[in-house]
């Protein structure tokens, strides 16, 4: 399935959690917050909460600024 | 106030914000530095323990071994300042401080700022009230830049924001308190700390901000922008503690003619 990670095209497995794609990235263990479609996904959720064709995820973290 | 000032250490005379307390009057951001490691030397030059840092999108694909800031300015040892800086909308500024709060463990202190025109970064008031009453409502500790109008600091503390911060001048100008009167009402009428957040050039303009009765200020382009961003680092660490003791020892009033130091009594000429 298609999904957008930080406006870029994405292919995942279906079904893929949202770990799945943390690993697929290699962020396991970085600090980063995540977003799906909007809304906060907290680290607790990561493990259980299926990505779903389509969805607009937004992955960051801090850098510098004033 | 005054005589913690006068005790053998300066470090007595903190200042709080909401459940906190700070030693330190300086806040610096984290922008514009060459790289971590001087990031890291200027903020430990400043003596801040407040230190801004900006939510941007993680690059995607590049190297995992990659630094990240936090690597070098540890939560555990400096109080973080998420902002909200490149955000026009309310919308966008409320998006930003909930991710800082995920990406933070839950820290809810964050920098509310909302622009309203790129050429001045100066802010969009009106949005910016509309952002501090929902990051209020939604729990979150709210330090607001905004613009150096007494009345609408006013409506932003009445919003509980737990500072406001009016800019000095433009951000990244340099060109110092621009409007020391609005400053200074905007300080005696205030109830939460007023920090002044931007516009600040050189250490003068830091120990002018506090002088005029300032709880601290924050900056990020003097230093980070300076020939020697450390050395400067530290300028700003002395500035901002030499015009909070000026502000609390009470200066002299301005006058117009001399005033002799030396006795007029017991002249032999």
């Known amino acids: 399935m298609q999904v957008t990670v930080n406006g870029e095209s994405t292919e995942l497995a279906d079904g893929c959690t949202a770990l799945d794609l943390v690993r697929q990235l290699g962020l396991e263990g970085r600090r980063f917050a995540m977003e799906v479609n909007g809304e906060i996904l907290s680290r607790s959720a990561h493990e259980t909460h299926r990505l779903t064709p389509g969805d607009r995820v937004e992955v960051v973290h801090a850098v510098g600024g004033g | ?269």
């Open chain 2, 1 to 269: 106030m005054a005589d913690a000032a006068r005790s053998d250490s300066p470090r007595e005379d903190t200042w709080r914000m909401g459940d906190r307390s700070f030693a330190s009057r300086l806040l610096v951001g984290t922008g514009k530095y060459r790289d971590f490691d001087e990031t890291r030397d200027a903020i430990a030059a400043s003596g801040a323990e407040i230190v801004t840092v900006a939510i941007r999108r993680t690059n995607i694909g590049q190297d995992p071994g990659e630094p990240n800031l936090l690597d070098f300015l540890s939560p555990d040892r400096y109080t973080i300042l998420p902002n909200t800086a490149g955000c026009y909308t309310a919308v966008d500024a409320v998006r930003t401080c909930r991710l800082a709060r995920e990406l933070l463990d839950g820290h809810n202190l964050v920098k509310l700022e909302v622009l309203g025109d790129e050429k001045t970064l100066f802010p969009d008031v009106p949005a910016t009230l509309e952002a501090a009453k929902t990051l209020v409502d939604d729990g979150f500790e709210v330090m607001v830049y905004t613009s150096d109008d007494p009345i609408i600091a006013k409506r932003l503390e009445e919003l509980g924001c737990v500072s406001v911060m009016p800019l000095a001048a433009p951000i990244g100008s340099g060109l110092g308190v621009r409007n020391p009167y609005n400053i200074l009402e905007i300080v005696e009428n205030a109830g939460v700390p007023i920090l002044v957040d931007a516009g600040v050039g050189t250490a003068s303009d830091a120990a002018v901000a506090m002088e005029l009765g300032c709880d601290g200020v924050l900056m990020n382009t003097a230093i980070a922008g300076a020939r020697d961003p450390v050395l400067m680092a530290s300028a700003m660490n002395k500035a901002v503690q030499a015009g909070r003791e000026a502000f609390l020892a009470g200066r002299i009033p301005r006058k117009r003619y001399a005033s002799a130091s030396s006795p007029v009594d017991g002249t032999f000429f």
